[in-house]
């Protein structure tokens, strides 16, 4: 039996959406949930909890490399990325019932 992984690579943001925050994963469901009930951390700090964008890949470098990639990035570059994806900035999680 093939077993596919896939890897999250996403990004969360705060409710004033001044502070982003970028991450990986290969259960995103799991990871919202511990960044919203973690009380220690930079989430919890900034309270970065809205998934504003998120991609996929099947393989554990290509995501780590797309995060380090996304984290080297201008704060204007971010914002358009989200926009191309989510132009409203709306909380993804909903829709995706990951909440």
Sequence with gaps: MLYYSMYYIYILTNYDKTTLYI?????LQRRLYEHRNNEHGFTSEYRCYQLVYFEYTESIESAILREKQLKGWTRQKKEKLIKSMNPSWKDLSYSLNLR
Aim: charged residues 20%; negative net charge.
């Design 23 to 27: 991450g990986v994963t290969n259960d």
